[in-house]
T-cell receptor, first 117, second 115 residues
Framework: GAVVSQHPSRVICKSGTSVKIECRSL??????MFWYRQFPKKSLMLMAT?????????EQGVEKDKFLINHASLTLSTLTVTSAHPEDSSFYIC?????????????FGEGSRLTVL | AQTVTQSQPEMSVQEAETVTLSCTYD???????LFWYKQPPSRQMILVIR??????QNATENRFSVNFQKAAKSFSLKISDSQLGDTAMYFCAFISRGSQGNLIFGKGTKLSVKP
């Protein structure tokens, strides 16, 4: 199989603090991971593409200094929401593609619910 | 630019009956993949079924099957013998073959299976 694990599943933090969300591919190497934000009853909004060993590529309108992405290994990417504010409260999802995969399929983490007080 | 359109924001079906979710897409590519993903209330996205554009045969996975019409750029999902556990958001998605980029998602269809 191909399992992607995301942690934590839920996090509550105070305004102004930073929160780190981890995305791990448990049984495969992922050269590319993607981070999304999802609003209630909406589709996934791509925030950035995370490439192992290089800087992430951010979508237009996403603040790279606020949403720090690190893809330090072939199995781990992290999203850090810096100086979080209530408007950052959302559901964040990661996905990963198997290195060398030609099927196009993405495997998704369980998602992380962030609540900023 | 490639786009994916799901024209049904919400649908409902009685348990044990059959329902079809619509999806159309726009692309100038000839080789690509199409997917249906399911997002249940638990929120984890799960792959339901995948279709390779160069294969004429429609993909099937147990109670799930697709009607892939390449010329019409249509990719509908049929769920037979609907079960309560099928209640979820369903997203249609597209990617060009060989692309390592993100999938292009439709806006989703919320399916409710009623007992």
């Amino acid at each position: 199989g191909a399992v992607v694990s995301q942690h934590p599943s839920r996090v509550i933090c105070k305004s102004g603090t930073s929160v780190k969300i981890e995305c791990r591919s448990l049984d495969f190497q992922a050269t590319t991971m993607f981070w999304y934000r999802q609003f209630p009853k909406k589709s996934l909004m791509l925030m950035a593409t995370s490439n192992e060993g290089s800087k992430a590529t951010y979508e237009q309108g996403v603040e790279k200094d606020k949403f720090l992405i690190n893809h330090a290994s072939l199995t781990l990417s992290t999203l850090t929401v810096t100086s979080a504010h209530p408007e950052d409260s959302s559901f964040y999802i990661c996905s990963a593609r198997k290195g060398g995969s030609g099927t196009g399929e993405l495997f998704f983490g369980e998602g992380s619910r962030l609540t900023v007080l | 630019a490639q786009t994916v359109t799901q024209s049904q924001p919400e649908m409902s079906v009685q348990e044990a009956e059959t329902v079809t979710l619509s999806c159309t897409y726009d692309t100038s590519e000839n080789n690509y993949y199409l997917f249906w993903y399911k997002q249940p209330p638990s929120r984890q996205m799960i792959l339901v079924i995948r279709q390779e554009a160069y294969k004429q045969q429609n993909a099937t996975e147990n109670r799930f099957s697709v009607n892939f019409q390449k010329a019409a750029k249509s990719f509908s999902l049929k769920i037979s013998d609907s079960q309560l556990g099928d209640t979820a958001m369903y997203f249609c998605a597209f990617i060009s073959r060989g692309s390592q980029g993100n999938l292009i998602f439709g806006k989703g269809t919320k399916l409710s299976v009623k007992p």
